[in-house]
């Protein structure tokens, strides 16, 4: 079916809490490890793409002709989403090329310039009906070229994130709770408490990021609690590379297309499978 936007396939996720997995994707078949995970699961699925991987892949409009393409021939709802876009004219070229569904990711700044930002992309994408997404507050790590320590970094206030969305109209919100990007170099704490106060007053679908490597347990709580999107991007990439490696170094391998490629797409389609299992269990 023709590509959804996010916020058809995250607002029923808020409401019936399950989550529902957004990977970073580069290439054709990442893209099809991830849909095809999902649509064994019947699951809704989003595929999305920051700066690096929209470079990489020779451009915007390239990252988009994959997505469409095997949205196309899939079963269930795909969304193709652009991560922490931080310049106003990415997203206008991210809304162009065919996305849809974008995050403004001004959290960097001051809560102000945040707001400002952020209804600047919501009047040019609304119309469009784009959904986007928008963050308040800090992650510790690196993800693509935007990188945060940790004294950086702090968590989603309830009240101001309350007054965000009223202000800025997003359907969205990404919070920070206490998850990192990139791996963990040690066990998080995940503020629980802080997302149950912020679900209590923001009836928007919320949106966990640094979602790799956070405990099982810890992902299915925040769900419960009004977490309805869950990014996957480090571990999914890290499927491929892991397996790259050991499909070479097996004894008696020749290189071919599928010998070498094939095994890494299955990898990551079963790691795409895990978190998508994880996500929809109530
Ligand atoms: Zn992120």
């Not at 590509?3 to 990977?23: C, S």
């Not at 999305?48 to 470079?55: N, R, T, V, W």
């Amino acid at each position: 079916m023709p590509l959804v936007t996010m916020k058809e396939i995250l607002v029923p996720a808020r409401q019936n809490k399950y989550g529902v997995g957004a990977f970073e994707f580069w290439s054709l078949d990442s893209a099809q490890a991830v849909v095809e995970a999902a649509a064994e699961q019947n699951m809704p699925v989003i595929l999305q793409a920051g700066k690096l991987e929209c470079d990489f892949a020779g451009g915007i409009k390239n990252l988009s002709r994959i997505a469409k393409m095997v949205a196309d021939e899939a079963s269930i709802p795909v969304a193709l989403h652009l991560d922490h876009a931080e310049e106003y004219d990415f997203i206008l070229s991210a809304i162009d090329a065919g996305f849809t569904s974008v995050m403004i990711d001004a959290s960097a700044k001051p809560y102000e310039e945040n707001v400002a930002l952020t209804q600047k992309v919501v009047a040019a994408a609304k119309p469009a009906g784009i959904t986007v997404e928008a963050e308040l507050g800090r992650l510790v790590g690196n993800e693509g070229n935007i990188s945060v320590d940790s004294r950086e970094a702090a968590q989603t206030d309830p009240a101001d994130a309350k007054r965000f969305v009223e202000e800025t109209g997003i359907d969205a919100l990404a919070v920070a709770i206490g998850t990192v990007h990139g791996f963990y170099q040690f066990e998080p704490k995940i503020n629980i408490e802080r997302l149950k106060a912020i679900a209590d007053v923001v009836s928007i679908p919320l949106v966990l990021h640094g979602g790799s490597g956070t405990p099982d347990y810890k992902v299915q709580e925040a769900i419960e609690n009004g977490i309805a999107k869950v990014n996957i991007c480090t571990e999914f990439v890290a499927a491929f590379g892991k397996q790259y490696t050991s499909t070479q170094s097996a004894e008696g391998f020749k290189y071919s297309i599928p010998s070498l490629f094939g095994p890494s797409k299955e990898a990551g389609k079963a790691l795409a499978a895990s978190k998508i299992k994880l996500f929809s269990l109530k």
